[in-house]
Protein backbone atom coordinates (compact mmCIF):
# COMPACT_ATOMS: atom_id res chain seq x y z
CA UNK A 1 0.00 0.00 0.00
CA UNK A 2 1.44 3.34 -1.42
CA UNK A 3 1.37 5.56 1.76
CA UNK A 4 3.69 8.59 1.58
CA UNK A 5 3.44 9.52 5.02
CA UNK A 6 5.22 6.69 6.08
CA UNK A 7 8.07 7.58 4.42
CA UNK A 8 11.18 10.11 5.43
CA UNK A 9 14.44 10.45 3.67
CA UNK A 10 15.74 8.10 1.47
CA UNK A 11 12.78 5.79 1.46
CA UNK A 12 12.89 5.54 5.10
CA UNK A 13 10.22 4.65 7.13
CA UNK A 14 8.80 6.93 9.44
CA UNK A 15 8.53 4.93 12.52
CA UNK A 16 7.01 8.20 14.96
CA UNK A 17 4.28 8.38 12.10
CA UNK A 18 3.64 4.92 11.98
CA UNK A 19 3.70 4.26 15.27
CA UNK A 20 1.01 7.39 16.23
CA UNK A 21 -1.13 6.09 13.25
CA UNK A 22 -0.70 2.13 14.24
CA UNK A 23 -0.53 1.88 18.23
CA UNK A 24 -4.52 2.09 18.88
CA UNK A 25 -3.99 1.71 22.70
CA UNK A 26 -1.77 5.09 22.63
CA UNK A 27 -4.01 6.87 20.91
CA UNK A 28 -7.55 5.78 22.76
CA UNK A 29 -6.19 6.18 26.85
CA UNK A 30 -9.19 4.89 27.82
CA UNK A 31 -9.39 1.76 26.30
CA UNK A 32 -9.22 -0.21 29.46
CA UNK A 33 -12.38 0.94 30.31
CA UNK A 34 -13.89 -0.28 26.75
CA UNK A 35 -12.58 -3.94 27.41
CA UNK A 36 -13.74 -3.81 31.05
CA UNK A 37 -17.29 -2.30 29.71
CA UNK A 38 -17.03 -5.39 26.52
CA UNK A 39 -16.43 -7.94 29.32
CA UNK A 40 -19.24 -6.97 31.61
CA UNK A 41 -21.55 -6.82 29.22
CA UNK A 42 -20.58 -10.09 27.63
CA UNK A 43 -20.77 -11.67 30.78
CA UNK A 44 -24.36 -10.70 31.84
CA UNK A 45 -25.25 -11.59 27.71
CA UNK A 46 -24.26 -15.09 28.71
CA UNK A 47 -26.74 -15.27 31.43
CA UNK A 48 -29.27 -14.82 27.97
CA UNK A 49 -28.40 -16.59 26.21
CA UNK A 50 -28.52 -20.25 25.49
CA UNK A 51 -25.14 -21.42 24.04
CA UNK A 52 -22.71 -23.81 23.69
CA UNK A 53 -19.49 -22.39 25.23
CA UNK A 54 -15.57 -22.97 24.28
CA UNK A 55 -16.41 -25.68 21.58
CA UNK A 56 -13.04 -27.13 21.03
CA UNK A 57 -12.58 -27.49 16.94
CA UNK A 58 -8.86 -27.84 16.79
CA UNK A 59 -5.57 -29.11 18.19
CA UNK A 60 -4.93 -26.62 20.47
CA UNK A 61 -6.67 -24.65 23.39
CA UNK A 62 -6.84 -21.80 21.86
CA UNK A 63 -9.15 -23.21 18.71
CA UNK A 64 -12.54 -22.96 20.96
CA UNK A 65 -15.75 -21.02 19.47
CA UNK A 66 -18.97 -20.05 21.33
CA UNK A 67 -22.34 -21.10 19.12
CA UNK A 68 -25.64 -19.47 19.88
CA UNK A 69 -28.01 -21.10 17.91
CA UNK A 70 -30.99 -19.08 16.71
CA UNK A 71 -33.79 -20.53 14.73
CA UNK A 72 -33.51 -23.75 12.79
CA UNK A 73 -32.72 -23.24 9.11
CA UNK A 74 -31.48 -19.74 9.54
CA UNK A 75 -28.05 -17.83 8.81
CA UNK A 76 -24.69 -18.12 10.63
CA UNK A 77 -23.02 -15.21 11.70
CA UNK A 78 -19.35 -15.57 12.65
CA UNK A 79 -17.71 -13.05 14.56
CA UNK A 80 -13.87 -12.85 14.46
CA UNK A 81 -12.28 -10.68 17.66
CA UNK A 82 -9.29 -8.13 16.87
CA UNK A 83 -6.67 -7.25 19.49
CA UNK A 84 -3.63 -7.21 17.02
CA UNK A 85 -3.66 -11.11 16.99
CA UNK A 86 -2.23 -10.91 20.18
CA UNK A 87 -5.14 -10.11 22.87
CA UNK A 88 -8.49 -10.39 23.56
CA UNK A 89 -10.92 -12.90 23.66
CA UNK A 90 -14.42 -13.94 22.23
CA UNK A 91 -16.09 -14.02 25.56
CA UNK A 92 -14.89 -10.55 25.56
CA UNK A 93 -17.40 -10.08 22.77
CA UNK A 94 -21.07 -12.10 23.63
CA UNK A 95 -22.84 -9.40 23.71
CA UNK A 96 -22.78 -8.46 20.11
CA UNK A 97 -24.33 -11.73 19.82
CA UNK A 98 -27.97 -10.52 21.49
CA UNK A 99 -29.62 -8.67 18.55
CA UNK A 100 -28.81 -11.32 16.18
CA UNK A 101 -29.72 -14.07 18.24
CA UNK A 102 -32.77 -12.07 18.87
CA UNK A 103 -34.21 -11.43 15.05
CA UNK A 104 -33.37 -15.70 14.54
CA UNK A 105 -29.86 -15.70 13.57
CA UNK A 106 -27.15 -18.41 14.90
CA UNK A 107 -23.99 -16.39 15.82
CA UNK A 108 -20.55 -17.97 16.10
CA UNK A 109 -17.78 -16.39 18.29
CA UNK A 110 -14.50 -17.64 16.83
CA UNK A 111 -11.04 -17.94 19.32
CA UNK A 112 -7.51 -18.22 17.37
CA UNK A 113 -4.01 -18.50 18.51
CA UNK A 114 -2.36 -15.47 19.67
CA UNK A 115 1.14 -14.42 19.03
CA UNK A 116 3.81 -14.63 20.11
CA UNK A 117 2.64 -18.01 21.25
CA UNK A 118 2.13 -18.77 17.36
CA UNK A 119 2.49 -17.28 13.97
CA UNK A 120 -0.14 -14.89 12.34
CA UNK A 121 -0.34 -17.51 9.56
CA UNK A 122 -1.26 -20.07 12.40
CA UNK A 123 -3.91 -17.48 13.60
CA UNK A 124 -5.21 -17.82 9.96
CA UNK A 125 -4.85 -21.30 9.03
CA UNK A 126 -6.83 -21.78 12.98
CA UNK A 127 -9.73 -19.13 11.92
CA UNK A 128 -10.14 -21.21 8.84
CA UNK A 129 -10.39 -24.33 10.65
CA UNK A 130 -12.93 -22.50 13.08
CA UNK A 131 -14.97 -21.25 10.11
CA UNK A 132 -14.50 -25.18 8.25
CA UNK A 133 -15.56 -27.30 12.00
CA UNK A 134 -18.80 -24.86 12.30
CA UNK A 135 -19.92 -25.56 8.25
CA UNK A 136 -19.41 -29.32 9.00
CA UNK A 137 -21.51 -29.08 12.69
CA UNK A 138 -24.67 -27.32 11.09
CA UNK A 139 -27.02 -29.75 11.45
CA UNK A 140 -25.66 -30.33 15.12
CA UNK A 141 -26.43 -26.35 15.90
CA UNK A 142 -29.40 -25.86 13.48
CA UNK A 143 -28.17 -23.51 10.96
CA UNK A 144 -27.92 -23.29 7.37
CA UNK A 145 -24.62 -24.20 6.40
CA UNK A 146 -25.51 -22.49 2.78
CA UNK A 147 -25.84 -18.99 4.55
CA UNK A 148 -23.04 -18.68 6.49
CA UNK A 149 -21.54 -14.84 7.29
CA UNK A 150 -18.46 -13.58 8.39
CA UNK A 151 -17.61 -10.56 10.36
CA UNK A 152 -14.46 -9.31 11.67
CA UNK A 153 -13.12 -6.40 13.83
CA UNK A 154 -9.54 -5.21 13.42
CA UNK A 155 -7.16 -8.08 13.38
CA UNK A 156 -10.70 -10.18 12.82
CA UNK A 157 -11.04 -7.94 9.85
CA UNK A 158 -8.21 -9.19 8.25
CA UNK A 159 -9.00 -12.82 9.55
CA UNK A 160 -12.59 -12.00 7.93
CA UNK A 161 -11.09 -11.38 4.29
CA UNK A 162 -8.48 -14.03 4.55
CA UNK A 163 -11.24 -16.73 5.16
CA UNK A 164 -12.87 -14.90 1.78
CA UNK A 165 -9.32 -15.77 -0.09
CA UNK A 166 -9.59 -19.40 1.06
CA UNK A 167 -9.49 -21.77 -1.99
CA UNK A 168 -11.59 -24.40 0.23
CA UNK A 169 -12.02 -27.31 -2.11
CA UNK A 170 -7.86 -27.20 -1.44
CA UNK A 171 -8.46 -26.96 2.04
CA UNK A 172 -10.71 -30.04 2.15
CA UNK A 173 -11.76 -31.60 -1.23
CA UNK A 174 -15.67 -31.86 -0.23
CA UNK A 175 -15.89 -27.70 0.92
CA UNK A 176 -17.41 -25.99 -1.95
CA UNK A 177 -15.93 -23.01 -2.83
CA UNK A 178 -18.55 -20.65 -1.93
CA UNK A 179 -18.52 -21.97 1.78
CA UNK A 180 -18.30 -17.90 3.18
CA UNK A 181 -21.17 -16.80 1.72
CA UNK A 182 -19.82 -12.43 2.45
CA UNK A 183 -17.36 -10.96 4.33
CA UNK A 184 -17.66 -7.88 6.25
CA UNK A 185 -14.27 -6.28 7.47
CA UNK A 186 -14.50 -3.78 10.23
CA UNK A 187 -11.18 -1.34 10.70
CA UNK A 188 -8.62 -4.23 9.55
CA UNK A 189 -5.17 -3.86 8.36
CA UNK A 190 -5.36 -5.86 4.77
CA UNK A 191 -1.81 -4.56 3.78
CA UNK A 192 0.99 -5.78 6.46
CA UNK A 193 3.56 -4.24 4.77
CA UNK A 194 3.43 -0.81 7.48
CA UNK A 195 3.48 -3.15 10.31
CA UNK A 196 7.04 -4.64 9.44
CA UNK A 197 8.55 -1.03 10.18
CA UNK A 198 5.80 -0.19 13.57
CA UNK A 199 7.44 -1.41 16.99
CA UNK A 200 4.67 -2.11 18.90
CA UNK A 201 3.70 -5.05 17.06
CA UNK A 202 6.66 -5.88 15.03
CA UNK A 203 8.33 -6.71 17.52
CA UNK A 204 5.53 -9.83 18.39
CA UNK A 205 5.09 -10.43 14.58
CA UNK A 206 8.49 -10.48 13.18
CA UNK A 207 7.04 -10.06 9.88
CA UNK A 208 9.37 -10.05 6.66
CA UNK A 209 8.76 -8.96 2.70
CA UNK A 210 8.08 -12.77 2.04
CA UNK A 211 5.94 -13.36 5.02
CA UNK A 212 4.11 -9.98 4.76
CA UNK A 213 3.01 -11.22 1.01
CA UNK A 214 1.49 -13.96 2.15
CA UNK A 215 -0.97 -12.61 4.99
CA UNK A 216 -1.87 -8.95 3.66
CA UNK A 217 -5.21 -9.85 1.38
CA UNK A 218 -4.54 -6.41 -0.50
CA UNK A 219 -1.59 -7.82 -2.11
CA UNK A 220 -3.48 -11.25 -3.30
CA UNK A 221 -6.08 -10.90 -6.20
CA UNK A 222 -10.23 -10.31 -5.50
CA UNK A 223 -11.97 -12.62 -4.45
CA UNK A 224 -15.08 -14.59 -5.77
CA UNK A 225 -17.55 -13.66 -2.73
CA UNK A 226 -18.89 -10.41 -1.36
CA UNK A 227 -16.46 -8.27 0.89
CA UNK A 228 -18.11 -5.04 2.73
CA UNK A 229 -15.53 -2.49 4.58
CA UNK A 230 -16.40 -0.57 7.17
CA UNK A 231 -14.42 1.66 9.57
CA UNK A 232 -14.90 4.86 12.13
CA UNK A 233 -14.59 8.19 10.94
CA UNK A 234 -12.30 8.94 14.06
CA UNK A 235 -10.01 6.62 13.71
CA UNK A 236 -6.18 7.76 12.13
CA UNK A 237 -5.79 8.21 8.76
CA UNK A 238 -3.40 4.92 8.09
CA UNK A 239 -6.38 2.68 9.22
CA UNK A 240 -8.83 4.64 7.20
CA UNK A 241 -6.36 4.60 4.34
CA UNK A 242 -6.30 0.57 4.86
CA UNK A 243 -10.03 0.09 3.94
CA UNK A 244 -9.71 2.40 1.30
CA UNK A 245 -7.07 1.07 -0.43
CA UNK A 246 -8.38 -2.40 -0.71
CA UNK A 247 -12.04 -1.51 -2.17
CA UNK A 248 -9.93 0.63 -4.69
CA UNK A 249 -7.80 -2.17 -5.45
CA UNK A 250 -11.06 -5.03 -5.34
CA UNK A 251 -13.49 -2.26 -6.84
CA UNK A 252 -15.61 -2.95 -3.65
CA UNK A 253 -18.02 -0.32 -2.65
CA UNK A 254 -16.72 2.39 -0.77
CA UNK A 255 -16.47 1.52 2.61
CA UNK A 256 -19.09 2.37 5.16
CA UNK A 257 -18.01 4.89 7.25
CA UNK A 258 -19.35 4.93 11.45
CA UNK A 259 -18.77 7.90 13.65
CA UNK A 260 -16.86 6.11 15.76
CA UNK A 261 -13.51 5.28 16.98
CA UNK A 262 -11.13 2.37 16.11
CA UNK A 263 -12.93 0.52 19.23
CA UNK A 264 -16.36 2.23 19.75
CA UNK A 265 -16.98 0.88 16.32
CA UNK A 266 -18.03 -2.24 17.89
CA UNK A 267 -20.84 -0.79 19.81
CA UNK A 268 -22.53 -0.19 16.27
CA UNK A 269 -22.14 -4.04 15.28
CA UNK A 270 -24.67 -4.48 17.82
CA UNK A 271 -27.06 -1.79 17.68
CA UNK A 272 -30.32 -2.52 15.43
CA UNK A 273 -30.51 0.97 14.23
CA UNK A 274 -26.71 1.70 13.42
CA UNK A 275 -25.90 1.68 9.55
CA UNK A 276 -23.12 -1.22 10.04
CA UNK A 277 -26.00 -3.57 11.68
CA UNK A 278 -28.16 -3.13 8.79
CA UNK A 279 -24.81 -3.69 6.49
CA UNK A 280 -24.35 -7.20 8.45
CA UNK A 281 -27.73 -7.93 8.51
CA UNK A 282 -28.49 -7.67 3.98
CA UNK A 283 -25.59 -9.93 4.23
CA UNK A 284 -27.88 -12.48 6.35
CA UNK A 285 -30.47 -12.03 4.11
CA UNK A 286 -29.40 -13.31 0.83
CA UNK A 287 -31.00 -15.74 -0.54
CA UNK A 288 -28.65 -19.01 -0.01
CA UNK A 289 -27.74 -21.43 -3.15
Known amino acids: MADTKAQSGENQPDVDWLESQYNVRSYLPDHPKTFARWAEQ ?28 GKPGKPLLIFI ?11 DFTYLAKPYVARGYSVALLNYGLIPRVTIEDSVRQTLRGIEWLYRQADRFGFDANQIVVCGHSAGGHLGVMSALA ?26 SPLV ?11 NQKRTRMVSPALMPKPTIPVHLAFGTKETDAFKEQ ?10 NPPLQVNA ?29
Open 42 to 69: SRYARFDLDGYWNQYFGESEAETVDVIP
Open 197 to 207: HTPFIQKDLKL
Open 167 to 192: FWPLWASDLPQDLVKSVIAISGIYDL
Open 81 to 91: HGGYWRSLDKF
Open 243 to 252: SAYLASHWGL
Open 261 to 289: DHLSICDSIADPNSELFMLIQNQLLLPSH
